[in-house]
């Protein structure tokens, strides 16, 4: 009877050892095929998430590129109304893409344009409070519009409310790096009567006290 070798190695389920050489063989031939079985199923696994990971980055790529595509088509549509001078529409579109994409920088500097030069064309035509309007949506858009801070600055001049007027018009000459225009000059004389007593500050309709008071 051939001799018998006694192995102490912890034997997988799959396989079953009987203790003979040619039985270690057999044991040991098992467990490499169940091994390589393994192997297989990790390497398909892998395989299978590199693919998943690759259709991941390919819808991710057609994705971006589709919303530049339309970013593009936006600024078309906003710019060919800014430049035939239809204003109410390039507004109307700005906000629409600006809707779909609200940090965009570009679309901001585009919103302030348009915002600034409508506001414009309202204080022209004396319509204040949308001139105000107008010219608040430009500077939250673009901080750095001296233009519009100028506006603000005119017009809260022009409604006697002196600390705004400092505040925009200062605001507009530090942007521009030029000396404070004049209406800020005399906002700083008139700010200077109220606070002694010469004058009462400006209220705005709703907040005057009633004739009487």
């Not at 690759?54 to 590129?65: L, R």
């Not at 779909?100 to 920088?105: E, G, R, S």
Request: charged content about 20%.
């Amino acid at each position: 009877m051939p001799a018998r070798l006694l192995i102490a190695v912890p034997r997988p389920l799959e396989c079953a050892w009987a203790g003979t050489w040619f039985d270690a063989v057999q044991t040991i031939t098992c467990w490499l095929v169940v091994g390589m079985k393994k192997l297989g199923i990790l390497l398909a696994a892998g395989l299978m998430a590199f693919t998943f990971a690759a259709c991941v980055a390919q819808v991710n790529q057609n994705a971006a590129q589709e919303a530049h595509q339309l970013l593009g088509v936006r600024l078309a549509v906003v710019e060919e109304a800014l430049g035939a001078g239809r204003l109410d529409e390039a507004a109307a579109d700005i906000q629409t893409a600006l809707a779909h994409d609200p940090d965009n920088l570009q679309l901001k500097q585009l919103a302030a344009e348009i915002f600034t030069r409508r506001g414009a064309q309202y204080y022209q035509s004396g319509t204040m409070i949308a001139a105000a309007d107008d010219f608040q949506r430009a500077v939250a858009y673009q901080p750095h519009s001296a233009m519009a801070w100028d506006y603000l600055g005119m017009i809260a001049s022009q409604q006697h409310d002196w600390q705004k007027a400092i505040d925009y018009g200062g605001k507009a000459a530090g942007l521009e790096g030029k000396p404070d225009p004049a209406y800020v000059a005399l906002a700083r004389k008139e700010l200077l009567k109220v606070q002694s007593g010469g004058i009462r500050p400006y209220l705005p309709p709703g907040k005057r006290p009633k004739v009487g008071d």
